[in-house]
């Protein structure tokens, strides 16, 4: 399972695996796309840039975008940058610790193969192909409309 902090990442570089190599978008467009608090989605984002899989410029005309190909970013990718120790699967079961193959506890191997089939998927799917997803283009066009309709204050709610 995926921790929320993660969801979100990857929803965002899908988002701009559809805009790789025509324009960045900000932290607050891509918040309000993919449903996450500004603040939040911004640290986020800046995680990854660090880690060299976005890249971010201030300014008008700045904002987020991919610094590599959509095709050459996996879901793993994205993923193992917000696992840590605490993340299920990375700690015994047995133990209150991080696994330890080199003491391992007797389920150990069985839960290591568990945790590796369920990871799999992530590592061999790229950001490209879910970008490419039958339905994503209307999806995203969804999204980006829904994301651009004003609320009205509380002012202009009484009149």
Same mark, same amino acid.
């Given at each position: 399972? $995926?921790?929320?902090?993660?969801?979100?990442? +990857?929803? *965002?570089? &899908? +988002?701009?695996?559809?805009?790789?190599? &025509?324009?960045?978008?900000?932290?607050?467009?891509?918040?309000?796309?993919?449903? @996450?608090?500004?603040?939040? /989605?911004?640290?986020? /984002? %800046? +995680?990854? @840039? #660090?880690?060299? $899989? /976005? !890249?971010?410029?201030?300014?008008?005309?700045?904002?987020?975008?991919? *610094? +590599?190909?959509?095709?050459?970013?996996?879901?793993?990718?994205? &993923?193992? &940058?917000?696992?840590?120790? %605490?993340?299920?699967?990375?700690?015994? $079961?047995?133990? %209150?610790?991080?696994?330890?193959? *080199?003491?391992?506890?007797?389920?150990?191997?069985?839960?290591?193969?568990? =945790?590796? @089939?369920?990871?799999?998927? $992530?590592?061999?799917? =790229?950001?490209?192909?879910?970008?490419?997803?039958?339905? *994503?283009?209307?999806? !995203?066009?969804?999204?980006?409309?829904?994301?651009?309709?004003? =609320?009205?204050?509380?002012?202009?709610? #009484?009149?």
């Amino acid at each position: 399972m $995926l921790s929320r902090t993660a969801e979100h990442a +990857v929803r *965002a570089v &899908v +988002v701009l695996a559809r805009e790789y190599g &025509v324009r960045a978008l900000s932290a607050e467009k891509l918040a309000s796309i993919v449903g @996450a608090p500004r603040n939040y /989605l911004s640290k986020t /984002l %800046n +995680v990854l @840039a #660090r880690r060299g $899989l /976005l !890249t971010s410029a201030r300014g008008p005309g700045g904002g987020f975008s991919l *610094a +590599v190909s959509p095709d050459v970013i996996t879901v793993a990718d994205i &993923v193992e &940058v917000f696992t840590d120790a %605490n993340t299920p699967g990375t700690r015994c $079961l047995l133990r %209150n610790a991080p696994c330890d193959p *080199a003491h391992p506890c007797s389920s150990h191997q069985r839960w290591t193969e568990l =945790t590796a @089939a369920g990871s799999e998927p $992530l590592m061999r799917t =790229t950001v490209g192909e879910l970008r490419d997803a039958k339905g *994503a283009t209307a999806d !995203t066009a969804m999204m980006t409309r829904r994301s651009e309709v004003r =609320t009205p204050s509380r002012k202009e709610r #009484r009149r």
